[in-house]
């Protein structure tokens, strides 16, 4: 198995590259963004208590989304690999996941970090607000807050991941197509 993660801010296109990716590796994609508005529109019991997080710009709670994360991963046994968008979120995600893999045998090979600064991030959200229809995109102030928790409790994930050397720091800016190419020459360096 070969598993990545692709990590990064609100807004710094992990949904964008990770479409890119998993055609090119032939990877399965495990948003938890998108795993979490697919129960919202069923309006699942899941679905209900996560949009009461989503739309404030807060973080679902841990448990929920770990939980999600194990069915998902036992529903794709013969993956021949994972790519990870927006998970782990927390420092505790981050260690429920090395759990997970470890009993799998497998392990994250890389973290590939998009690199975008908060203004752009503001910008390119703000406009997707525009067509995304996502509850969380309308409003300014809830992006803010979504950056502001980014920082306080996602950035300590790149840490945790930094101590294994698993890092790979990625300029976030610039055509869709250069950002995929530097991707894909770290991938490819690393799976050779
Ligand atoms: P999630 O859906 O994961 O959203 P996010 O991480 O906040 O990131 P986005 O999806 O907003 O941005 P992205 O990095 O995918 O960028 P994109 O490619 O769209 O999570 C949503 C919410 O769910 C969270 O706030 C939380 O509440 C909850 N949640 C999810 N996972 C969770 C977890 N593990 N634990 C707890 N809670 C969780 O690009 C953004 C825009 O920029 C697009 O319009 C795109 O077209 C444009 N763009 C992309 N690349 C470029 C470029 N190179 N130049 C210009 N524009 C570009
Ligand atoms: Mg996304």
Request: with cysteine; proline share 4%; hydrophobic share 35%.
């Amino acid at each position: 198995m070969f598993n990545l993660i692709l990590f990064g801010p609100p807004g710094s296109g992990k949904g964008t590259q990770s479409d890119k990716l998993v055609e090119k590796y032939g990877l399965v994609h495990l948003s938890t963004g998108n795993l979490l508005r697919k129960e919202m529109a069923e309006k699942t019991p899941l679905g209900i208590e996560a949009r009461s997080f989503i739309d404030k710009g807060q973080l679902v709670p841990d448990e929920v989304v770990i939980g999600m994360v194990d069915s998902y991963f036992d529903q794709h046994k013969d993956a021949p690999g994972f790519l990870f968008d927006g998970y782990p979120r927390t420092v505790a995600q981050a260690a429920a996941l090395d759990r997970l893999l470890d009993l799998k045998k497998t392990s994250i090979e890389l973290v590939l970090f998009l690199q975008v600064d908060e203004d752009e991030l503001i910008r390119r959200l703000v406009h997707r607000g525009k067509t995304s229809g996502r509850s969380d995109d309308t409003d300014e102030a809830v992006q803010r807050k979504r950056q502001e928790v980014y920082r306080n409790e996602t950035l300590p994930v790149a840490a945790y991941y930094d101590k294994q050397e698993k890092v790979v720091n990625i300029h976030g800016t610039g055509t869709v197509d250069d950002i995929f190419r530097s991707l894909c020459d770290v991938i490819d360096k690393k799976s050779k």
